[in-house]
C-alpha cells in the first residue's frame, strides 16, 4: 500500500508492504499526490509511521520506530542498521559509519565511498536517519533529496526543549 503523509514543504511516500514499511520517500516537486479515497482501513504500521512523523515534525518524543523491511544488500542493511543508532539531534560522519561497519566485519577499513554509496540508497528517508552523516570535516555531504532538505532536517533536529 502507498500512503501520502503531507508535510508543509514536501509529501512524504510510505510504502508498506506485509505490515512493514519497505520504502519512505520524500516527494518534493510533487506534493500534490493524493491517498486512495477507497481505502477503508489504514494498516498499522502505516499509522504507526504517520504517528511517528506527526510527533517528529512537532519536536515530540519519538514513538517506537515501525517495523521496518528495507530492501537492499546485506552491506546496505548493514550500514542502515547503524544509521538506526544515530539519535535525533546527533550528527555523525561517513568515517565514524565506516569504522563501525569495519569493526563489525573485522577488517581493517572499509572505503568511505562504499558507505557512502550504501547510504545513499536508504530506502526509508528520516527514520533511517541518513540526513544525520555529514563529512569529517563538518561539511554537509550529499543528500538524495538535495542538500537543502538535508540541512533542513538538521537544523529541525537541532531544535532542543522547545518552549511554548
Known amino acids: 500500500m502507498i500512503y501520502y503523509y503531507h508535510h508543509h514543504t ?3 511516500e510510505i510504502i508498506e508492504s506485509e505490515n512493514k514499511i519497505t520504502n519512505i520517500s520524500l516527494l518534493v516537486h510533487n506534493t500534490n499526490k493524493k491517498n486512495d479515497e477507497t481505502i477503508i482501513e489504514i494498516p498499522s504500521s502505516i499509522k504507526q509511521t504517520i504517528n511517528w512523523f506527526d ?3 512537532s519536536h515530540k518524543p519519538l514513538p517506537d520506530t515501525p517495523a521496518l523491511s528495507p530492501i537492499g544488500t546485506p552491506f546496505q542493511i548493514l550500514v542502515w542498521n547503524i544509521l538506526k543508532n544515530v539519535q535525533y539531534g546527533e550528527l555523525v560522519s561517513y568515517k565514524n559509519i565506516g569504522i563501525k561497519v569495519a569493526n563489525i566485519l573485522n577488517k581493517k ?14 530506502p526509508i528517508a528520516i527514520i533511517i536517519p541518513c540526513h544525520r552523516v555529514i563529512k ?4 554537509i ?3 538524495y533529496w538535495g542538500t537543502n532538505i538535508k540541512e533542513e532536517l ?6 532542543k526543549n522547545v518552549l511554548v
Open 10 to 12: 514536501y509529501t512524504i
Open 55 to 57: 510527533n517528529y515534525f
Open 109 to 122: 577499513n572499509i572505503s568511505y565511498q562504499a558507505i557512502g554509496q550504501a547510504i545513499s540508497r536508504n
Open 136 to 139: 569529517s570535516n563538518g561539511k
Open 141 to 143: 555531504g550529499g543528500y
Open 154 to 159: 538538521i537544523k529541525h533536529e537541532s531544535i
